[in-house]
């Protein structure tokens, strides 16, 4: 494709203002019907940014060998889970899909073939937050595929390939969760703020990390400790966090919101870049 066909494909994207960039802590399905302070949070943080042209969701819920984006005009509310109650699975989230926003972002990353689905839709990871953010399901959603054979350092460099969608008015979401261990959640405590030591150690190191600017250690989380090897046991509710990050530009503040632990064993610390 020459850069003619892609400035053509692209003309009803006009340039805006550099759009921010969200990791959302999406914790628990049920968010997407309840009430509470992580729900307020998503609805705050959805009105005080700029009304996007479309979406970008990296999710921790979409992995895949390879590189995929949704490519479809309608995708599915696609209920990607099991053992919640009937109103969790009544819940539509008819967003419209992008498929030129798709062809832009196929066509922006050099690094690998990314490829066109028109399989997938809108897993919980993305609609169960995003719904709370623009409830009138009016703005274009397209998902991002997590290549689940890469490492790291691979994710955090074709994030960095996509940057230039932000001038077009595209609001780029990560999806996951930075401290996420189901296999210790006190069940007792699920809807209490309670973390165990080594997760408030983790969270509160990635913080650090976050809040200045180095991101090194977050890209080599394998190699931070027993805190973070329970932090994040497999890296897919992790991986979102460094696309976001990545995206970050010397000049843009980052800051925190509903900086909480649920359960003993999940943060729902989720972050605004720029």
């Known amino acids: 494709m020459n850069l003619r066909e892609l400035d053509k494909m692209t003309s009803n994207m006009s340039n805006t203002s550099k759009m921010p960039v969200l990791f959302l802590g999406h914790g628990s399905p049920m968010n997407a019907i309840e009430e509470n302070e992580f729900v307020a949070g998503f609805r705050k943080i959805g009105k005080e940014i700029p009304k996007p042209n479309a979406i970008l969701c990296v999710s921790a819920h979409w992995e895949t060998r390879g590189t995929f984006v949704t490519a479809m005009q309608h995708p599915k509310t696609i209920h990607d889970f099991g053992g919640f109650p009937q109103a969790l699975f009544d819940v539509q989230y008819p967003a419209p899909g992008s498929p030129e926003l798709a062809k832009q972002t196929k066509n ?22 995003i ?60 809807n209490e703020e309670f973390a165990f030591d080594w997760a408030t150690e983790a969270n509160e190191a990635m913080k650090r990390h976050i809040l200045s600017g180095d991101f090194q250690p977050l890209i080599d989380f394998k190699s931070q400790g027993k805190a973070f090897d329970l932090a994040i046991p497999t890296p897919e509710h992790y991986l979102p966090l460094l696309y976001s990050l990545a995206l970050k530009e010397d000049n843009e503040k980052i800051s925190l919101f509903n900086d909480k632990p649920v359960a003993g064993s999940l943060t729902m610390t989720s972050l605004k870049i720029g």
């Open 108 to 129: 922006l990353i050099t690094q690998t073939e990314v490829g066109l689905d028109d399989k997938w839709g809108l897993d919980h990871g993305a609609w169960s937050v």
């Open 131 to 190: 719904k709370h953010l623009y409830p009138n399901a009016n703005i274009p959603v397209v998902q991002m595929s997590i290549d689940y054979t890469k490492p790291a350092r691979y994710h955090y460099e074709l994030a960095k390939q996509i940057n230039s969608l932000r001038q077009k008015g595209v609001l780029i979401i990560g999806s996951g969760n930075m401290v996420h261990n189901l296999r210790r959640v006190a069940w007792n405590k699920l």
